[in-house]
């Protein structure tokens, strides 16, 4: 996988822990725009696309999962894939997450003690493909 | 009828010798005799017996009988002249018997009887006026008979409530003499009402003796006087009792019902619903703070990770950029490895990773697991545990796990258990620990630590037991050994939730169980039962 070709969207509101994600993944040669609410990601997501969501869950304004479901309404859903990274241990996903796609393996917990699980769960994200009627699934170009 | 209730056995003796002198007295004047035979409140009748060829009485004859007689049994005047057996052919000839008797040897017989066509009680009362006569004087007493028997059911009513009560109840006079004494009461001190009765409440009771104050209180202010969770020693066991005292005013009679319940269980259930819900608090509390240590957690620990890489001198993007500066990365990693920063930076990760797991246990213990449940080899999993006890070294303890001696007793045949192998490691890891810290206070000269492992299977389960020989508990440290916050490590500090943590792991997520056996001078075993299949789909 050609990581520099994959665009990555990181919705966190802490500074410390946007940045830490930005900076690790431009490491790896991801392409990653960090933003902190989800408002901005939905305005940035107006004029462009992104293959891979990493989004936290208590934001200040609309919440993580709030921002999913919007960008499934906007239709830019279909070709996004979703990694939530939560400090809220008693998060679940709910069946329309799963729905979409979302895998529990994609459910990354705060801290991250080892952030290869981060690369590991990219990989997932794109691989698996979105089975929800309301993410009409296609297919990814491999 | 109404002062018939109230004639002594004395009167009635005296009215039928009475009546006996008068028909005995052939001089008597017809006349008086029908006066008094006619106005007497009883029924009378007087017969006469008739036996059969062997001289056994088999009948007798109605001479005469009173009005009141009449009234009392519905018969008439038609009848005198006839037979009994014509007149009641359905009667039983044990009345005829009983008659026949009277009337062949004059003794007087006395009765009660219930006439279930009449549904009626009379006192009867036979006796021989002359030779081969009887008379009978009828008594209806069925009132008195249904006071009787109304009082008897009331009275065993009583005594039934009394005695189904499950609290104590004892009835004492303001001196404390005992005057009831219920089932209960004969159960709890062993001494029946039977020796109870009469007897101060302080010869059997003596702890009782402060509570007699309270008598006289209840009794002078005629008001309840009640005293809760009164603990009293009971075998070593502390017990609590709630003491109510009930003053008794009636008829004069003064006294006071003394109400005394067990109510130790009631108080541990408090105390274990109040640590329960102690417990829930911190639950609460941690499933909250989470949240907030996790954010800045991540901030540490992330942003350490990307350190790490960006001081990798094999990334192409590390060198191109060192390159730009004046350096390269391998002086740059050569001056952080002689300066120990690379060190530090680790050491950094592992604090956060430390900070990480404490937040991870308090959240364990507030929450279900929904992690996976998958079967395990348990022998491997204690195994590995093991080791991982033995790199630790505990300075402020100082014990060393290396110097353990290890037994092991497992069972080669023994099933994959289902278990979240991460839990049940938690638990080996806290009863290993708490045994070696145990066996480590231990300083008698030759004595060598030794832990004995066992894995066994029962029907259905799988039996693990970690005894050590160190110096064991006693009764009160091995009843509360699994209570949140009991913790025997005063110096080190510990906040006494490992082994609450192990046995809530143990039974509630795994639906097993886990006890401690031990006795002070004879070591600690501690025994873990896990199911063999687990059920509710916890898969």
């Not at chain 2, 009828?1 to 009635?12: A, C, D, V």
């Not at chain 2, 006469?48 to 009141?68: H, Q």
């Not at chain 2, 391998?330 to 680790?346: F, N, P």
């Not at chain 2, 082994?499 to 025994?527: A, C, D, K």
Request: some cysteine; glycine content about 6%; charged content about 25%.
């Amino acid at each position: 996988m050609d990581n520099s070709k994959i665009r990555v969207l990181v919705v966190d509101d802490e500074p410390s822990v946007r940045d830490s994600l930005r900076d690790y993944l431009e490491d790896f040669d991801f392409q990653v725009t960090a933003v902190e609410s989800g408002e901005d990601a939905l305005e940035i997501l107006k004029t462009s696309p992104y293959d891979v969501g990493i989004i936290d869950l208590r934001l200040k304004g609309i919440s993580g999962d709030t921002l999913i479901f919007r960008i499934a309404e906007m239709g830019k859903g279909k070709n996004m894939s979703f990694i939530i990274h939560t400090g809220s241990t008693n998060f679940h996903l709910t069946q329309e997450m799963l729905e979409m796609g979302i895998k529990p393996e994609n459910l990354l917990l705060k801290p991250l003690e080892d952030m290869t699980i981060l690369l590991q769960a990219i990989e997932n994200a794109l691989t698996c493909k979105p089975v929800s009627p309301l993410l009409q699934a296609d297919v990814r170009p491999s | 009828m109404e002062n018939i209730h109230h004639k002594t056995r004395e009167e009635l003796i005296a009215e039928t010798e009475r009546l006996r002198i008068l028909l005995a007295d052939s001089d008597l004047k017809e006349q008086k005799y029908f006066m008094l035979f006619n106005r007497m409140i009883d029924g009378y009748a007087l017969h006469e017996i008739i036996c059969d060829e062997k001289g056994i009485p088999s009948d007798y004859r109605f001479i005469d009988i009173n009005p009141a007689f009449e009234t009392m049994t519905g018969l008439d005047r038609s009848i005198i002249g006839k037979r009994v057996l014509e007149v009641l052919p359905g009667l039983e000839p044990e009345w005829i018997k009983i008659y026949g008797k009277v009337a062949l040897t004059g003794e007087s017989v006395k009765f009660e009887n219930y006439i279930s066509t009449m549904d009626k009680w009379f006192e009867i009362i036979a006796f021989r006026p002359g030779p081969g006569q009887f008379a009978c004087i009828f008594i209806e007493i069925t009132e008195r008979k249904k006071q009787e028997n109304e009082l008897r059911r009331l009275r065993g009513l009583l005594a039934n409530i009394i005695d189904s009560m499950p609290s104590v109840l004892i009835g004492v006079t303001p001196e404390g003499r005992i005057t009831h004494w219920n089932e209960k009461a004969a159960q709890t001190t062993g001494v029946s009402a039977a020796n109870a009765l009469g007897r101060l409440l302080t010869e059997i009771l003596p702890h009782l003796e402060i509570q007699m104050h309270h008598v006289f209180d209840a009794v002078s202010r005629r008001a309840t006087v009640k005293e809760t969770k009164t603990p009293e020693l009971h075998d070593n066991q502390i017990r609590f009792s709630d003491i109510t005292i009930y003053p008794l005013i009636s008829n004069g009679v003064e006294g006071a019902v003394i109400r005394i319940d067990d109510v130790t269980d009631r108080v541990y259930l408090e105390e274990i619903m109040i640590q329960s819900e102690k417990m829930m608090t911190v639950g609460g509390l941690a499933a909250g703070m989470a949240h907030e240590i996790n954010n800045p957690l991540a901030g540490i620990m992330q942003n350490i990770q990307v350190m790490i890489n960006r001081l990798r001198p094999e990334m192409k993007k590390n060198r191109t950029v060192a390159e730009s500066c004046g350096a390269s990365m391998d002086v740059i990693h050569d001056y952080m490895d002689k300066r120990g920063i690379l060190t530090m930076i680790s050491s950094v990760l592992e604090s956060g990773k430390r900070a990480a797991r404490i937040v991870q246990n308090m959240l364990d213990f507030s929450r279900k697991s929904n992690s996976q449940m998958a079967p395990c080899h348990i022998s491997d999993l204690l195994d590995r545990t093991l080791e991982l006890v033995s790199n630790d070294y505990d300075l402020k303890l100082k014990y060393d796990f290396r110097k353990i001696e290890i037994i092991r007793h497992y069972d080669p045949e023994i099933p994959l258990v289902p278990c979240e192998a991460t839990k049940i490691q938690q638990v080996f890891l806290n009863i290993l620990k708490n045994c070696a810290e145990a066996m480590a206070s231990q300083h008698t000269s030759g004595y060598t630590p030794r832990f004995t492992l066992s894995i066994s299977r029962e029907p259905d389960l799988a039996r693990i037991e970690i005894a050590d020989n160190g110096p064991g508990m006693d009764e009160s440290t091995r009843k509360r050994i699994f209570e949140p916050f009991f913790s025997t490590k005063t110096a080190t500090g510990g906040v006494g939730l490992g082994m609450s943590i192990s046995y809530f792991i143990i039974t509630e997520n795994h639906g097993g169980s886990l006890s401690v056996e031990s006795q002070p001078g004879y070591g600690s075993r501690f025994i873990i039962h896990l199911p063999l299949e687990q059920r509710g789909g916890k898969h």
